[in-house]
């Protein structure tokens, strides 16, 4: 059995994950094997059921385990270990629920933009707005931000006020590195790191070494981004997901050259990349020389269960993925500081087209924020931030419990917003009798490439507090179950 | 004669060039005829020559008097006042020097980025920099800086950290508009107005809005504004000058459908685009549905004599001008802010195809600019930092006075360096002399699009004190009059 080892440097729940991992990687736990259920393993390693759950919950996320209903966890169809030299047979997704049919769509592009831009008359009358792109700021160490700011200006003066280095400053590069490594799992040299002012500049910055290209969004899809791709040129091909992510084979029949994918924590649906389906989309893109994987990491902050779910990027052996990521949730929107890792090859060929661009942030900024990371604040913010997110999330869930008879909830577990799917009515149905009973809900509609039928809404909580999530459930509920 | 007025709410000078002005524009003064001398003028009015002698410099510079050598000045030969509806008959500029044979060019394109971006081992022999992109920043008020930054995040907070205006914060661009319509004759909107990290960013932005182009520029130009139009794909149609500025009989040849200018302050040769060039380069824009003019108003900030001349955008009577400006040389380079002013159906377009872009400049740093601007510390800092230059200036001007039997002097009177042609030597022969005396000068050729032949070097002075400019002088005098 597990050999679980007491001292608390690593929690039991994580020893449980780490080793049967282990055991599905190097197959001594069989592909389809069936596993023990959680109380089964509770009873038999004497700890408690809510632990082993934690660590199935894990495996499950990360695809390593299936849940199958009113039978319990498989192993999943894996059939390589995830340092991959080529992957065959995962999980066809064929079985899974599809993400791209479930959530429908009915409304013209116009109308969603209006709905997730709401117009001064009809925002007036809202008094609680489930907002999907807010975070809390509340919280925000506004003291700390100061006083480094007082100390970087007081220290540094006229230096910081000269041009900087093109790509952001040394110690800044150095500093994400520093937490990619340890919390996303990614090796990197802050030489593969360009420092700008947001993703969608670096977008641009990216489009210039790549050129246009066919790219594959999963749909639905953070339609920012969609857009940004196809201002620039690029032609956008919408690939359906399934509950495991972007299916691989259509991505395959696509003739895409390149993917753009939210592998840890897709927006909107929420759905987790499996490890195999990560296997499937490294495999597609070495099949063909110059196949490159954006990934975006846009909230991989924020998981309120089990270990945080490990970045594409680091399994990335053949220099074929290129990782975003952004301080925009994890710090504030208006730093405006996002960061790339180039793989080595594309690193070059960024100094030969696009060297001499100067950085895009301010030196201070930039500054700052190094000094923030460097003294630990980062962290603690990203911890406290992660309780606070968990409380309100663990409270939205709560008060949606009664719900579940006509919903069915899904996206939990991570960032900052859950998707409720009615039974029976549109979204459009759902946000009227919201928006009568004070409270903006927003559709999924608008996030689909393809247009699509609705009965889904999204409901953000970051920019809540406890008290109106409460209140507004309260309101949703009086709306919906008349 | 020209009826003066005391009391000193406008000088003297001021009055002359204005009463000159407005009779040239309406004829009273026919054009080619011959102007007073300044001394005659002076002994008319009973004020001094050197009052007279700035009226006409002021005059000549924007071109509506022409000095000719030993016979005095002259009326120009414009056609049409500058508020103008079509310019015909301009100077032709066929007897005035070209730019572009002037400044010749040898070396190979490599080279010239290692010329401007000096490799370490080279860099530790060199005493003196008379680097054309340094600026001084000894002066920055960063006491001021750091109060302001203090006060803004100590009063706004929260706020602040949340996404803002898309096209930059509204008091920030209000104060900008101010300043361009005190400061710059332009009359703007803050609608019209989109604040971006760096032009180069803005650069992109239009590149959105405009599609691919044939874009004409000056040669030589700022090269880092030609590499960026060709990485997003414009093609650059190198268009020669004479001293009035872009040819515009080659402009219409060359087939461009935009035209990229710096007619305040030519970068690098210092020319003023006068009057007449500009009627001619407006009616090249008004003949074809679709023709822009990007004027870049780099540094028109700096100069040392007379009045600033006046951004051709407030002249745009037509909504052809697209104005670029930017902090980078009047407050720092690091603080990363530029903006642009765009007509009013390119701004409509704009809104349509990059209204969704998240504003690349942190809100802190905008809030703090503004409060900058609108507390008067800009125009403060301004004017004092023009009287630093011009110090500068007329001490290298001073020191370089010997070498006038040798060389050939231009570029003098605003911005923030000058150029220096050899009458035997090429561009590379002075700067190997002056390298071996620990001076660094820069080489015309490397801001040519078109390679030619260089005997011109380029001395920047803005970053060096007037000690280490007379210092550098007296290094050249010995390295080339040997």
Redesign the interface.
């Known amino acids: 059995m597990i050999p679980l080892q007491g001292g608390k440097t690593v929690p039991y729940y994580e020893q449980i994950y780490l080793y049967i991992r282990e055991e599905i990687r190097t197959g001594k736990i069989r592909r389809g094997e069936k596993m023990p259920s959680t109380r089964q393993l509770a009873a038999k390693l004497g700890i408690s059921r809510s632990t082993t759950q934690l660590a199935y919950d894990q495996l499950t996320a990360e695809g390593y385990l299936e849940a199958r209903p009113c039978r319990g966890y498989y192993a999943a169809d894996i059939d390589l270990p995830f340092s991959m030299e080529k992957a065959q047979e995962a999980p066809s997704g064929a079985e899974g629920r599809s993400a791209g049919e479930a959530f429908l769509r009915e409304e013209s592009e116009k109308d969603n933009i209006r709905n997730n831009h709401p117009e001064k008359a009809e925002k007036e009358k809202i008094l609680i707005d489930f907002s999907p792109?807010?975070?809390d700021?509340?919280r925000?160490p506004?003291n700390t931000?100061?006083k480094l700011?007082?100390e970087i200006?007081?220290d540094e003066?006229?230096s910081?006020?000269?041009?900087?280095s093109p790509r952001g400053e040394e110690n800044l590069r150095q500093a994400i590195c520093d937490y990619l490594q340890a919390s996303r799992g990614i090796p990197c040299r802050p030489e593969q790191l360009v420092v700008g002012?947001?993703s969608?500049?670096l977008l641009?910055l990216l489009w210039?070494i790549l050129g246009n290209r066919q790219v594959a969004m999963e749909d639905p899809t953070y339609r920012?981004a969609s857009?940004?791709m196809q201002?620039?040129g690029h032609t956008v091909i919408p690939v359906a997901m399934d509950r495991y992510g972007m299916r691989a084979d259509l991505l395959e029949e696509s003739g895409a050259e390149m993917a753009y994918i939210m592998p840890s924590h897709q927006f909107p649906t929420g759905a987790v990349m499996s490890v195999a389906r990560r296997a499937e989309i490294l495999a597609w893109a070495d099949k063909k020389e110059d196949r490159y994987i954006i990934e975006d990491d846009y909230d991989s902050e924020f998981r309120y269960r089990g270990r945080p779910i490990p970045a594409l990027c680091g399994s990335d052996r053949l220099g074929r993925v290129i990782y975003l990521g952004t301080f925009s949730k994890a710090v504030?929107?208006?730093?405006?500081v996002s960061y790339m890792v180039l793989p080595e090859r594309l690193s070059k060929r960024y100094d030969e087209?696009?060297g001499?661009?100067?950085?895009?942030?301010?030196?201070?900024?930039q500054a700052v924020l190094a000094r923030f990371m460097e003294e630990g604040y980062f962290e603690r913010h990203l911890n406290r931030m992660r309780g606070i997110y968990r409380a309100k999330h663990d409270c939205l869930l709560a008060s949606l419990e009664s719900l579940r008879g006509d919903f069915h909830i899904s996206g939990e577990m991570a960032g900052l917003h859950v998707l409720l799917k009615s039974k029976q009515n549109s979204e459009e149905t759902l946000r009227h009798l919201a928006a009568e009973k004070g409270v903006r809900v927003y559709g999924l509609s608008s996030y689909f490439l393809k247009p699509e039928q609705s009965q889904t809404v999204i409901l953000g909580y970051a920019n809540l507090t406890e008290e109106e999530i409460c209140r507004g459930v309260e309101l949703l509920k009086e709306a919906w179950c008349r």
Chains 1, 2 share one sequence.
Do not use: H
Not at 160 to 164: E, I, K, P, Q, R
Not at 356 to 365: E, H, I, L, N, P
């Open positions: 792109r807010g975070i700021l509340s925000f506004f931000w100061r700011s007082r200006l007081q003066n006229k910081l006020f000269v041009s900087g002012a947001g969608e500049y641009m210039q920012q857009r940004v201002g620039l504030a929107p208006a730093i405006r087209v696009c001499f661009y100067a950085s895009t942030v301010s030196r201070v900024d």
